[in-house]
């Protein structure tokens, strides 16, 4: 898989894409920069989008939804281990039983 390119890079392509003279098509400008023409769209795409000239997802408010992900993900395992001991805990305390905790 190829490295990303810099923000910085993307931004300054979108922008040459988008104030390109008459006659310049999209697809001389990618060739420019040495990238792919279907990615010089998307990356105008995501900057239509994060300037909020075209309605979708914005790529901080992706980046947001991505670490509330990783954050539910992380409590739930710490919910399941949490409720693993209290199951542990009370069953030790049962009269006629030891401790079955592992």
Do not use: Y
Not at 64 to 87: D, H, S, T
């Amino acid at each position: 898989m190829p490295k990303p390119c810099p923000e910085e890079f993307r931004q300054d392509v979108v922008r040459v894409a988008r104030n390109r003279g008459p006659g310049v098509t999209v697809e001389q400008v990618a060739a420019g920069f040495g990238v792919h023409p279907m990615t010089l769209w998307k990356w105008t795409r995501r900057a239509d989008i994060d300037d909020g000239t075209k309605a979708g997802t914005t790529s901080q408010e992706s980046a947001e939804l991505c670490e509330a992900c990783r954050r539910i993900k992380v409590l739930e395992q710490e919910n399941e281990v949490l409720c693993r001991a209290a199951a542990c805990l009370s069953q030790a305390h049962l009269p006629g039983k030891g401790s079955t905790c592992s």
